[in-house]
C-alpha cells in the first residue's frame, strides 16, 4: 500500500515522456518533410538552370546574334533580287518585298504546311486590321486579339514540325558523320622513311572531301586527296562512291594513269551530269621517297624544302566525271630527308571574309612559308585557326582537307 502514490506518479511521468517524445518525432518528421520538399525544389531548380546555362559562352551568343540570323535570312531570301525592286516607289516595293519573302518562305514547306502557313498569316492580317481599327473606336478595343491568338498557334504548330524534322535529320546526320568519318583515316600514319598526318573539318555534319592511305605492299604507298562538288548529303554519298569504286579499281590491280582512266570512265558512267571530282592520286615509295603522281584537276599541292621556295605538283589533266576521253598523264618529284608534302582542298583557299575576300593562294603560300618547319600536327591546327580567324564571322562555306607527308 505504501509504494501506491510512487507507483501512480511514475505512470504520470512515462504519460508525459510519452507525450514529449510523440511531439519531439512529429516535429522532426515535418522539419523533414520541409527539408525534403526544400531539397526537390533546389534540385528542380538546379535541373532547370543546367539546362539553359550548361554550355552557353558569350561567344556562342555573339555567333548566334551576329551569324546564324545572317545565314537565316540568306536561305530564305537568297533568290530574291533585291536590287530590281530598288528603283519601285516604296509603296509599291515594301508590298512586293513582303510578298517575294512571303512566297520564298511558304515554298520551303511542304505542301500541307505551306497550307497552313499561309491560313496563319491570314490570321494575323486579319488581327491587326481589326486591332488597328479598333484604336479609333473604344467600344471595339481589344478586337483582333482572336485572329491572333490563331495565328500564333499555328505559327508556333509550324515550328514545332519543322523542329522535329530538323531533330529527326539531326540523329541521321550524326551517325553518318560517324559512318564517313569511319571511311577516311583518322590516326597517324608512318611507315618506312614516310609520316603523314591529315585531318578533315566538313563545312556541314557531312561532306564532300575525301582522302585517303591505302598499302599497296612492296614498299609503297598510295595518298589521295579529292574533292566532289558541292557539300553536304548529295556531296557525302558521291565522295563514298568515289571511295569505293576506286579502292575496288586498286583490288584489281590498277596503278597510275591507268587507274584514274578507268575511275574516269566509271565516274562519267554513274554520277549526275552537274558534278565533277577532283583528285590528287599518288604513288609513294616508302623506303626512298620517290613519288608519281596525277592530279586530275585538283589544287596545286606544295613540296616544302628547308630553306627552299615551295614548289607546286600542279595538274596534269582535267577534273574527272566530264569527259570520258579524257587522257591522265603522270609525273615524278622525288621527297627527300625533311622535305613534306602539303595536300589540301579548296575549302582553304576559297573560304571568305565578310567582306567577301578570298583566303587564297596567297596567303596559304604565305603561312607555309612561315611555319613550314612546325610539327604536321600542328601545322594543320595553325592553318584551320588562321583561316577561321581570317573568316571571323563569316562560316566557312566548304569542307576543309588537309594532309602532310614527311620524309623523316
Not at 501512480?8 to 516535429?27: F, G, I, M, W, Y
Not at 543546367?50 to 546564324?68: P, S
Not at 598510295?222 to 579499281?249: E, F
Request: proline fraction near 5%.
Amino acid at each position: 500500500m505504501a509504494h501506491g502514490p510512487d507507483l501512480s506518479n511514475l505512470n504520470q511521468r512515462l504519460s508525459e515522456l510519452a507525450a514529449h517524445l510523440e511531439t519531439k518525432v512529429r516535429a522532426v518528421r515535418a522539419d523533414k518533410t520541409v527539408r525534403k520538399g526544400t531539397r526537390t525544389a533546389e534540385t528542380a531548380f538546379d535541373n532547370l538552370n543546367d539546362l539553359f546555362t550548361r554550355g552557353i559562352t558569350n561567344e556562342g551568343v555573339r555567333e548566334m546574334l551576329r551569324r546564324e540570323v545572317r545565314d537565316t535570312a540568306l536561305f530564305f531570301t537568297s533568290q530574291i533580287d533585291f536590287a530590281a525592286l530598288k528603283p519601285l516607289p516604296w509603296h509599291t516595293r515594301l508590298p512586293l518585298t513582303a510578298w517575294k519573302i512571303f512566297t520564298a518562305i511558304a515554298f520551303r514547306l511542304s505542301p500541307p504546311r505551306r497550307v497552313a502557313f499561309v491560313i496563319a498569316t491570314g490570321a494575323f492580317l486579319i488581327g491587326s486590321i481589326q486591332f488597328l481599327a479598333s484604336l479609333s473606336n473604344p467600344a471595339t478595343r481589344g478586337a483582333g486579339i482572336f485572329w491572333w491568338l490563331i495565328a500564333i498557334a499555328l505559327y508556333l504548330l509550324l515550328l514545332l514540325m519543322e523542329l522535329r524534322d530538323k531533330l529527326d535529320l539531326k540523329s541521321d546526320l550524326e551517325i553518318a558523320r560517324e559512318i564517313q568519318i569511319g571511311l577516311v583515316p583518322s590516326l597517324p600514319f608512318q611507315k618506312g622513311v614516310i609520316d603523314i598526318r591529315s585531318h578533315m573539318r566538313p563545312a556541314n555534319t557531312v561532306g564532300g572531301d575525301y582522302y585517303d592511305i591505302i598499302d599497296l605492299g612492296e614498299n609503297r604507298l598510295a595518298v589521295l586527296i579529292g574533292d566532289v562538288a558541292g557539300k553536304g548529303i548529295p556531296a557525302a554519298l558521291l565522295m563514298a562512291l568515289l571511295q569505293g569504286s576506286l579502292r575496288t579499281l586498286l583490288t584489281a590491280g590498277f596503278r597510275g594513269p591507268e587507274l584514274i582512266e578507268k575511275l574516269n570512265e566509271y565516274l562519267c558512267d554513274n554520277i549526275p551530269a552537274n558534278r565533277l571530282v577532283t583528285l590528287f592520286y599518288g604513288e609513294l615509295r616508302t623506303d626512298s621517297g620517290e613519288f608519281r603522281y596525277v592530279n586530275a584537276g585538283h589544287n596545286a599541292p606544295f613540296v616544302l624544302r628547308p630553306g627552299l621556295t615551295p614548289e607546286r605538283l600542279e595538274a596534269t589533266s582535267l577534273v574527272l566525271g566530264v569527259l570520258r576521253s579524257s587522257v591522265f598523264e603522270e609525273k615524278e618529284c622525288r621527297l627527300n630527308p625533311g622535305d613534306r608534302l602539303f595536300l589540301f582542298t579548296d575549302g582553304v583557299t576559297e573560304a571568305f571574309d565578310p567582306k567577301e575576300e578570298e583566303y587564297g593562294e596567297e596567303r596559304l603560300t604565305g603561312f607555309l612559308q612561315r611555319f613550314a618547319g612546325e610539327d604536321q600536327d600542328k601545322l594543320i591546327a595553325d592553318l584551320i585557326q588562321d583561316v577561321l580567324r581570317f573568316c571571323d564571322s563569316s562560316r566557312p562555306g566548304d569542307d576543309m582537307t588537309l594532309m602532310v607527308i614527311k620524309h623523316l
